[in-house]
């Protein structure tokens, strides 16, 4: 049996400055909602600057977040689809 394939896009952004690296991810879900997350990184003043890994450190913990917001989303959906309380294992 074929499936139809679905997938997803993440965009992500970044705002940087000498000290702090900004991550804002955001999905756009095929039932029409968004769901958006934002990660932080700073560098300690005696580190070089390297903003690719603020980039991937703050990345990394905006895309954290967003799988967080995407399992409390399924979870919810879950909960009201059965009428009762599912929990997402850890």
């Known amino acids: 049996m074929l499936q139809t394939a679905v997938g997803w896009h993440v965009e992500m952004e ?4 000498t000290h702090r690296t900004r991550a804002a991810a955001l999905v756009r879900l095929p039932d029409g ?3 958006r997350a934002h990660g932080y990184a700073s560098r300690h003043p005696v580190d070089s600057n390297q ?6 450190v703050a990345g990394a913990r905006a895309l954290n ?8 989303k399924a979870h919810d959906e879950i909960d009201e689809a059965s009428g009762r309380t599912s929990y997402p294992l850890t």
Request: no cysteine; glycine share 4%.
């Open 14 to 17: 970044f705002e940087e400055d």
């Open 33 to 35: 909602t968004e769901v």
């Open 51 to 56: 903003p690719r890994v603020g980039e991937e």
């Open 65 to 72: 977040e967003l799988a967080m917001k995407l399992l409390t």
